[in-house]
Structures are given as structure tokens and as C-alpha cells.
């Protein structure tokens, strides 16, 4: 069987069996199946899924890195986990690289970190804190790019994403009769304000960002009741780390003042904080000269700018040292990353692959 044909068949394995974050016992079961059936030596952890492996030689280390798990949504009616987020193709690409590079001379060791969670954006977090980029001088990562980005046969050396946060809050008023609205403290009257502050807040136009409510519950099954509490949830993204320090300090100071006019108690907390690319120019010309050797001038597309968060980049937070890029590839993907009928080309899952190791053999 050639190695298009069983990245191909890599893919619909994981297609066919998504897991959601810190749940991938299957996927990380079927990764140390397959590193073991080709020989390469592989750890897991006792504490959390995912699998490291390693394979060539020299005090050199390069990484490649996939993420492994699945989003949680809504298919054809039915609640289930689903791989339209193509973690399921970066899984299949970075293999695919490695059954490339395998049984090549190396002359520096190349490890592949098959990571958990990054759709919860922590779970680079928990491989940095597994060693996963200990002596690391170089990482990739690949992300299939959706078509209004990157149509197919077009791979960019770089993807910069922006980087994202939630917020969580809960607003505690009190109730009253639907008749005497002035004895009660109404949380709905503090979100509609929320709402409306969050779509006042301006920053300069030359720098996308972006907050808004994802997330409202209140009330009960009595009409008759004004609800005093309430909570809430925002989606918070800006294309620049030192943005979003500033768009969540305008944010809190909004709510603090929001609750003083209202005469309410709003309780907030931000989690799940993604940041923004912090791109190596060096990484970055290596994957370019790697995509022009493998696929030519004509494929090779400019460095994107994304407004989508990416874990990969705590890697690179974490450690400023590295080397680090994201390479999007172009796969004719629709109607979108995070759609539940998203699908694309499947061609290009062996140029992703190829890439891959090209840049690795690169470097």
C-alpha cells in the first residue's frame, strides 16, 4: 500500500471515531497501535491522553505537532461528538510525514507530539508540562485552511492566528412580581446592558477584535416573575495578545459599572485563554523554501492572518526561543471550519504530508 493511500486510510479511521477533549482514550489507543506496528518509539502519560514519538537521531530535536480531539455539537438532529475542525487530517498528515521521513538518514531526531484538548485551548499547556518540547529547536504545526482563505493546491508557510478567551459571569439581583417590577433588581435589565456595552466598545479599525454574548440563561417556566439573577458567557477575540489585555480590562470595567447602575452583584472570570500567533520569521522561511520544493512557486501562498485561536501558540509563549509556525493548507474546505458538514478535498492531505517532512528535512 502506498503512503497516500494510508494517510487516506488514516483519516477516515479518525473521522469515523471522534473523541471530545481530554477524552481521546480511543485515538491515543489507535496512535501507539500504529507507532508500534511501524516501530517507532512512542510514550504516553499515565495522567492525560495523547502520545509523544520520536524517531531518527542527533543531538538536533525538531517537532511536528497534531491535535487529536473532537468538537461536541449538534449533527443531523443528533448531539455527538464530530471532527469538523479536521484535527482528524492533521492527525493523518503529521503520520503521513512520518511515514515519509522514517526510513530516511537523519541526522537530527524529529519527534511528533499528538496533543489533546485543543479545542478547550489548554492542551499544549499540559504537553509542555510533559516535556513534550524539552530540547526542541523547531515546531510545525498544519491546520487545513477553509476555502474563503486557501483554495486547494495553495499552502502558506504561516498562519497568524488571534487569540481568544470566554467569559463567564452571573448576575444576582432580585425577583419580584410582575406587577411591582419596582421592589425587584432585574438581571435582565443588566444584560441588555452587557449586550449593548459590548457592541460600544471601539478600538482601532486597523487591528481585528471582537466581544460578544454567546451564552444567556435566566427565568423560570412563571411569566409572571422578574428574574433578579442570571448568567452569562462571552466569546472574547482579538488579533494580538497586547489588544486583548486591553479589551479585557475595558470589559471588566464595563461590568463593574454596569452593576453599580443597576444595583446588582455581577461576579465574572475569564477562562480558557488562547493567544495570539508569535510567528518565527526563521520557521516560517524554512516551511516557505519547503512548500516551494515540494509543491512549486505557484502553491506557495503569502502568510495568512486568521481571526481563529490556535493552542499551538502557547508553545511558542512558553518557550520564546523556538522556532515555531503553523502551515495552512489548502483543501477547498467548506462551508467552514466548526461546521457540522464540513468536508474538503482529500487530495490534499498528501501534499500536507509531504510538506511536512520536506521542512523537517529542511531545517
Not at 138 to 145: I, P
Not at 240 to 253: A, C, V, W
Amino acid at each position: 500500500m502506498d503512503i497516500e493511500q494510508r494517510i487516506l486510510d488514516y483519516f477516515n479511521h479518525f473521522h469515523s471515531h471522534p473523541e471530545v477533549s481530554w477524552k481521546e482514550v480511543e485515538t491515543t489507543k489507535k496512535l501507539v497501535e500504529i507507532m508500534t506496528e511501524l516501530g517507532i518509539q512512542h510514550h504516553t502519560f499515565p495522567d492525560v491522553t495523547g502520545v509523544i514519538a520520536e524517531i531518527g537521531d542527533g543531538p538536533e530535536v525538531v517537532a511536528v505537532r497534531a491535535d487529536i480531539d473532537a468538537l461536541w455539537q449538534e449533527v443531523d438532529g443528533k448531539l455527538q461528538a464530530n471532527h469538523s475542525c479536521g484535527h482528524d487530517a492533521n492527525m493523518a498528515m503529521v503520520l503521513g510525514a512520518l511515514l515519509y521521513l522514517k526510513d530516511e538518514t537523519l541526522t537530527k531526531r524529529v519527534r511528533f507530539i499528538f496533543q489533546p484538548a485543543e479545542e478547550l485551548g489548554n492542551g499544549s499547556l499540559s504537553m509542555i508540562e510533559r516535556g513534550a518540547i524539552d530540547g526542541v529547536s523547531h515546531l510545525y504545526g498544519v491546520h487545513l485552511r477553509p476555502i474563503e482563505e486557501l483554495p486547494f493546491g495553495q499552502v502558506t508557510p504561516a498562519l497568524y492566528h488571534g487569540s481568544g478567551i470566554f467569559l463567564r459571569g452571573k448576575i444576582t439581583g432580585v425577583d419580584a412580581h410582575g406587577a411591582r417590577p419596582h421592589q425587584g433588581k432585574n438581571a435582565i435589565d443588566a444584560i441588555a446592558a452587557i449586550h449593548q456595552f459590548v457592541k460600544s466598545i471601539y478600538f482601532s479599525p486597523f487591528e481585528s477584535y471582537s466581544a460578544k454574548l454567546t451564552h444567556i440563561q435566566t427565568g423560570g417556566d412563571s411569566l409572571n416573575i422578574i428574574p433578579g439573577s442570571a448568567k452569562f458567557a462571552m466569546d472574547v477575540r482579538s488579533q494580538s495578545n497586547e489588544l486583548m489585555k486591553e479589551l479585557q480590562q475595558k470589559i471588566e470595567d464595563g461590568l463593574i459599572a454596569i452593576a453599580k447602575l443597576h444595583d446588582v452583584e455581577i461576579t465574572f472570570e475569564w477562562t480558557d485563554y488562547t493567544p495570539a500567533a508569535e510567528v518565527s520569521d526563521t520557521a516560517m522561511q524554512i516551511a516557505d523554501a519547503a512548500i516551494r520544493k515540494t509543491l512549486g512557486d505557484e502553491s506557495t501562498a503569502p502568510p495568512i492572518q486568521t481571526t481563529g485561536a490556535d493552542d499551538f501558540h502557547f508553545y511558542t509563549i512558553q518557550k520564546p526561543e523556538l522556532h515555531a509556525a503553523m502551515i495552512g493548507i489548502g483543501a477547498d474546505l467548506s462551508p467552514g471550519l466548526h461546521h457540522p458538514d464540513m468536508s474538503f478535498n482529500h487530495k490534499a492531505l498528501d501534499m500536507g504530508a509531504r510538506v511536512l517532512a520536506n521542512t523537517v528535512k529542511s531545517i
